[in-house]
């Protein structure tokens, strides 16, 4: 293992996608804006790289984007409004977003594919290994995945991705990993990558979940992936080739996640992640806990 790598600063969050799965809510809105809870989704999201350590944050916009731009600002008027009524506690939630991160922003332009938004934020990222984080992924706070990505990176060089163990029936909704052990018990070399493979297809059941340390040689790969799966251009198919030729932006590592992780923009997995933070909720946890027990009981009686 080296240990002479530049440190990571910088996390890139594509936000520019449809959510053609959320519709209608996402007509006018962001998905990444919907609340889980009392948060946006994608507040989780930037909270958790600043935990990380990255608090300079590129976020990649598309159409429908203005809401994410402005609840990472100052809204003076509200702020105004609730010092005037000495709203200490509501005023220190408004101001805790604009405050997180340096934010910056870039125009994806066209949805042309996760590769595409990737490849946007190549100007503002330089040549320096950076963090992506999907701004519809919500990993639970509890379970910190990306400091573990970075000290892989830091330790291995090249890039990493996370990984998780999902059922066969599963495999077709995710990237797929083909890999190796290594000599640390939670990180695997990656040989290969698929996208979204049918069972009998797939090399592992280790799917590829949304976040990744990443080469700035992925922006060269970037520039010439041909669209693949969908029409769009995937940052999958650049990481395999990434993992193909070791030579070009050294290996490819996963590290393997055990802990809970949502995928906001699905709408089961949006409403478990709802229900699971909630009940760990010290403010709302606990009457939303006997609720939910009762409710489940009256349930189970009816069925
Ligand atoms: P998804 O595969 O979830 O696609 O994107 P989507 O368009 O957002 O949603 P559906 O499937 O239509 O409901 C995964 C991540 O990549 C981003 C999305 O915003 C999401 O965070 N993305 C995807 C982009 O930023 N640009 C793209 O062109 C595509």
Redesign the pocket.
Known sequence: MTQSHPRITKAVI?????????LPATKATP??MLPVVDKPAIQYVVEEAVTAGLDDVLM?T?RNKRPLEDHFDRNYELESALEKKGDGERLAKVQESSDLATMHYVR?GD????G??VLCAAPHVGREPFAVL????LIDPRDPLLQRMIDVQEGYGGSVVALMEVAPEQIHLYGCAAVEGTGDSDVVKVTGLVEKPEAAEAPSNYAII?RYVLDPHIFDILRTTEPGRGG?IQLTDALQQLAEDEEVGGPVHGVVFKGRRYDT?DRGDYLRAIVRLACEREDLGPDFRAWLQRYVAEEMQRS
């Not at 949805?111 to 996760?114: D, N, T, V």
């Not at 999907?134 to 992924?137: A, I, N």
């Open positions: 594509p936000a520019a996608g449809l959510g053609t799965r959320f998905k990444e990649v598309g994806q949805p042309r594919g996760l595409h938004a999907l701004g519809d992924d949304g769009e923009g």
